[in-house]
């Protein structure tokens, strides 16, 4: 919602609007533009001569402010709907869809469309840092966006992605989650096929061959032409094979043909199936492979995407996303791939709905097991043991009720030479700023 508004600015919108326990980047982002965001949801945040209210699908019957547009029969829309009749109307539309690395994966085919100069708009789910906002127009036909299976609005209960109708369309991976709108991974993959009948015939579907799920979406009916990656087998169309343990060196296969090598500063399976997604989308939109990995060591991934803090007396502090327990596996052993032999911290908040019903508590000690110590903030409200949760990890795993508990813990027991990964989809209490200013303290402190 905090890049439709930034999309809406740009052309030309008085733009305000409302959240609840707003948080950086998107609340500094949206404040260096000159948009207006208010905390909470008052029904005295909607302007006098108010033409239109664009809706997230955060918001449900209920909610004051959404009362107060129902009551006054104020003009309101989806952001989806909004974004597709205003923005992504007679544009070459690229989505990238797919549970895991689709704020990656679109910043990376943003960048190579730029670096193409293709000067593409872009709607990204976080802020890449190559563009330093998450939203633009841009002055070229391309538009590349994220494109979420989520639930669309309280009126409207279709995937956002429905609404996008790409030219292109990258199925990067496909698992259960949002367990809070979906009751099994089928119905997850039936929204995938809603997207995949919107692709023209003409156009292209770039699909995840090393995925069942994927195989299974397009086992319901498939109209467009198809182009498949995989980091499993060379005989498929696209073929990554990492160079060095962590993938921050890798070398690109098509159609069984060298295309030459990359050198990069992201590490980790999951990036090298990113980049290669994002690769073979370029392809099909017309920019030669190489062009596209010429682009990759200039890319720079978004924000809370591994993004690496600071380093204080030796210590490497990380930020990221990750909150589904896939998504934690693999960031983590691309940590322990990157700094192998260093004690690693893991600190977890599980704040996503799915998260917080429980419904895949089963799988974190599996997913945290790679870590040497595992720290999670479990608040009063969660609904699942967080210590049984994390049985299997035994004396490894601490768990505390409030934030500032779980940092003076942290904090006494990290030491030099160590590596300290945060996660979270959330502000996670500013515990990451926190943790670095209180770091940086100490050490002038001992100097």
């Given at each position: 919602?905090?890049?439709?508004?930034?999309?809406?600015r740009e052309?030309g919108?008085?733009?305000?609007?409302?959240?609840?326990?707003?948080?950086?980047?998107?609340?500094?982002?949206?404040?260096?533009?000159?948009?207006?965001?208010?905390?909470?949801y008052l029904?005295?945040h909607?302007?006098?001569?108010?033409?239109?209210?664009?809706?997230?699908?955060?918001?449900?019957?209920?909610?004051?402010?959404?009362?107060?547009?129902?009551?006054?029969?104020?003009p309101?829309?989806?952001?989806?709907?909004?974004?597709?009749?205003?923005v992504?109307?007679?544009?070459?539309v690229?989505?990238?869809?797919?549970?895991?690395g689709k704020t990656?994966?679109t910043s990376?085919?943003?960048?190579?469309l730029?670096?193409a100069?293709?000067?593409?708009?872009?709607?990204?789910?976080g802020?890449?840092?190559n563009?330093?906002?998450?939203?633009?127009?841009?002055?070229?036909?391309?538009?590349?966006?994220?494109?979420?299976?989520?639930?669309?609005?309280f009126?409207?209960?279709?995937?956002?992605f429905?609404?996008?109708?790409?030219?292109i369309?990258?199925?990067?991976?496909?698992?259960?989650?949002?367990?809070?709108i979906f009751?099994?991974?089928?119905?997850i993959?039936?929204?995938?096929?809603?997207?995949?009948?919107?692709i023209?015939?003409?156009?292209?579907?770039?699909?995840n061959?090393?995925?069942?799920?994927?195989?299974r979406?397009l086992?319901?009916?498939?109209?467009?032409?198809?182009s498949?990656?995989?980091?499993?087998?060379a005989a498929?169309?696209?073929?990554?094979?990492?160079?060095?343990?962590d993938?921050?060196?890798f070398?690109?296969?098509?159609?069984?043909?060298?295309?030459?090598?990359?050198r990069?500063?992201?590490v980790?399976?999951?990036?090298l199936?990113?980049?290669?997604?994002?690769?073979?989308?370029?392809?099909?939109?017309?920019?030669?492979a190489?062009h596209?990995?010429?682009?990759?060591?200039?890319?720079?991934?978004?924000k809370?995407?591994?993004?690496?803090?600071?380093?204080?007396?030796?210590v490497?502090?990380?930020?990221?996303?990750?909150?589904?327990?896939t998504a934690i596996?693999?960031?983590?052993?691309?940590?322990?791939?990157?700094?192998?032999?260093r004690t690693?911290?893991?600190?977890?908040?599980?704040?996503?709905?799915?998260?917080?019903?429980?419904?895949?508590?089963?799988?974190?000690?599996?997913?945290?097991?790679?870590?040497?110590?595992?720290?999670?903030?479990?608040k009063?409200?969660?609904?699942?043991?967080?210590?049984?949760?994390l049985?299997?990890?035994?004396?490894?795993?601490?768990?505390?009720?409030?934030?500032?508990?779980?940092?003076?813990?942290?904090?006494?027991e990290?030491?030099?030479?160590?590596?300290?990964?945060?996660?979270?989809?959330?502000?996670?209490?500013?515990?990451?700023?926190?943790f670095?200013?209180?770091?940086?303290?100490a050490?002038?402190?001992?100097?």
């Amino acid at each position: 919602m905090g890049g439709l508004a930034v999309l809406a600015r740009e052309q030309g919108y008085g733009v305000s609007g409302s959240d609840q326990n707003v948080y950086p980047p998107m609340s500094t982002q949206l404040q260096a533009l000159g948009i207006a965001l208010e905390q909470g949801y008052l029904p005295s945040h909607l302007r006098a001569g108010l033409d239109l209210a664009v809706i997230g699908n955060a918001l449900s019957r209920g909610n004051p402010l959404i009362e107060a547009v129902l009551n006054e029969r104020i003009p309101y829309v989806s952001g989806p709907q909004w974004l597709a009749e205003h923005v992504l109307v007679k544009r070459d539309v690229l989505a990238v869809a797919g549970t895991h690395g689709k704020t990656t994966t679109t910043s990376i085919l943003a960048w190579i469309l730029q670096s193409a100069g293709a000067q593409p708009g872009f709607l990204v789910g976080g802020v890449p840092q190559n563009f330093g906002v998450s939203a633009r127009l841009g002055k070229g036909r391309a538009f590349v966006i994220e494109a979420d299976e989520y639930d669309t609005a309280f009126f409207d209960k279709r995937s956002k992605f429905v609404h996008y109708r790409p030219n292109i369309a990258i199925l990067n991976n496909l698992e259960f989650d949002h367990a809070d709108i979906f009751p099994d991974v089928e119905a997850i993959e039936r929204q995938f096929h809603h997207l995949v009948r919107t692709i023209p015939s003409q156009g292209w579907l770039i699909v995840n061959a090393d995925d069942l799920h994927i195989a299974r979406v397009l086992q319901q009916g498939c109209y467009s032409q198809v182009s498949q990656f995989s980091l499993k087998d060379a005989a498929i169309d696209w073929f990554c094979k990492p160079v060095n343990p962590d993938g921050s060196h890798f070398e690109v296969f098509y159609k069984q043909q060298s295309q030459g090598q990359v050198r990069w500063g992201l590490v980790g399976q999951h990036n090298l199936a990113n980049a290669l997604a994002a690769i073979a989308a370029a392809h099909a939109y017309g920019i030669a492979a190489q062009h596209s990995m010429a682009a990759l060591p200039g890319f720079l991934p978004p924000k809370r995407r591994l993004e690496h803090l600071a380093c204080v007396n030796g210590v490497d502090i990380f930020d990221d996303f990750a909150h589904h327990p896939t998504a934690i596996k693999t960031t983590l052993l691309a940590v322990r791939a990157r700094y192998p032999g260093r004690t690693l911290h893991a600190v977890l908040e599980p704040r996503s709905n799915t998260m917080r019903l429980g419904v895949m508590s089963h799988a974190l000690g599996d997913s945290l097991s790679s870590a040497d110590q595992v720290w999670m903030l479990a608040k009063p409200e969660l609904r699942w043991d967080a210590a049984r949760a994390l049985g299997q990890l035994e004396q490894r795993a601490h768990v505390y009720q409030s934030t500032a508990a779980l940092l003076a813990a942290l904090a006494g027991e990290v030491k030099p030479g160590a590596v300290v990964l945060f996660m979270s989809n959330g502000g996670f209490d500013g515990i990451q700023a926190a943790f670095v200013a209180q770091s940086q303290a100490a050490t002038s402190n001992d100097s």
